[in-house]
């Protein structure tokens, strides 16, 4: 059985910090890419990070980029997500993510694995 359990959210003050983890079960995690999704109250799901299998490439949203660092640690089965310089429209459910396919994946309709999501509140 395939999960994805996603934890490390909270509350933080802007330009605080946190970091998220997922951990995978149930396929092998180092043949898939992972990856951070994000849905803020009243939008639609889109795209935070992603870091390939095999070369371990990352991309980044514009929106988070030099601010967010996605790593993962295959022997642990464990994705992060390390979040700092948190602002306020940070504030979203955080879910990861599993998909087959390599390079740029942002797209939610290429992925097949769903975590449940942890909540992010960001205060100002």
């Known amino acids: 059985q395939v999960q994805l359990v996603e934890s490390g959210g909270g509350l933080v003050q802007a330009g605080g910090s946190l970091r998220l983890s997922c951990a995978a079960s149930g396929f092998t995690f180092s043949s898939y890419t992972m990856a951070w999704f994000r849905q803020g109250p009243g939008k639609e799901r889109e795209f935070v990070a992603n870091?390939?299998?095999?070369?371990?490439?990352?991309y980044y949203a514009d929106s988070v980029k030099g601010r967010f660092t996605i790593s993962r640690d295959n022997a642990k089965n464990t994705v992060y997500l390390q979040m700092n310089s948190l602002k306020p429209e940070d504030t979203a459910v955080y879910y990861c993510?599993?998909?087959?396919?390599?390079?740029?994946?942002?797209?939610?309709?290429?992925?097949?694995?769903w975590g449940q999501g942890t909540q992010v509140t960001v205060s100002s």
């Open positions: 993510a599993a998909s087959r396919r390599l390079g740029v994946v942002t797209s939610t309709f290429h992925f097949d694995y």
């Open positions: 870091t390939n299998w095999g070369s371990g490439s990352t």
